[in-house]
């Protein structure tokens, strides 16, 4: 129990290496390959539920560096900037890495069920998920933080996750904005959740509660 523990708290020797940059790098690498060079490369690396089961199983990874098109990738970046840098240089690279990698890739899977579950065989991608899980994580390192929602309205970070999972909840539940994968974002904040529990013994609601 002891080594399991000590396994899954184990903790990185601080480095920061700004992997940011290169994840978004990657992101914007895998845009113009897939919309200029390789078209069809979309449903290779995409997660297809159909594609899965026939052997692309690395698409619950994948996907998460594929976008549909310019305004997709703009504010996924956008957002990996803005709170990833954040993160990355209070946790240090590893940390930052094994984190937005394990999100996203768990709320692929959680997704890959969830469409099979629900008889779909949509098409996802998108760094959404991960970055979902971003968000939360930079809610409970800097609670007091206030991002302005269209550049005018001032929010407390915490404030803005509750709303975000309201909004996701609502919109899975009526299906409003149906091209939109709100498993996969609400996917990303459970994740996120999860790993601030079971790795950094972290409680968020318990910080917002004592910051709000």
């Excluded at 199983?57 to 305004?71: A, D, E, I, L, P």
């Excluded at 709170?83 to 996203?104: H, I, M, N, P, S």
């Excluded at 800097?142 to 709303?163: D, E």
């Amino acid at each position: 129990m002891n080594m399991k523990q000590n396994l899954l708290n184990r903790k990185f020797k601080y480095t920061y290496s700004n992997a940011t940059f290169y994840l978004i790098g990657v992101n914007i690498l895998v845009y113009i390959l897939t919309s200029m060079v390789w078209p069809k490369g979309v449903y290779y690396l995409s997660m297809i539920p159909t594609f899965v089961l026939n052997g692309y199983v690395y698409q619950v990874f994948t996907y998460m560096f594929v976008h549909s098109n310019f305004s997709h990738i703009f504010f996924n970046m956008l957002s990996l900037f803005i709170f990833g840098q954040a993160l990355e240089k209070r946790l240090g690279t590893r940390e930052f890495l094994l984190f937005y990698l394990l999100v996203g890739t768990l709320s692929g899977i959680f997704s890959f069920v969830s469409f099979l579950f629900l008889g779909q065989n949509s098409i996802l991608l998108g760094a959404s998920g991960a970055v979902y899980g971003i968000l939360l994580l930079f809610a409970v390192f800097f609670p007091f933080a206030k991002v302005y929602i269209f550049g005018l309205i001032p929010i407390r970070a915490p404030l803005l996750i509750v709303l975000f999972f309201v909004i996701e909840l609502f919109s899975q539940a009526s299906g409003f904005n149906g091209g939109v994968a709100h498993l996969t974002h609400l996917a990303g904040l459970l994740f996120g959740y999860l790993y601030c529990l079971i790795r950094m013994k972290i409680n968020p609601i318990d910080v917002w509660k004592r910051t709000l």
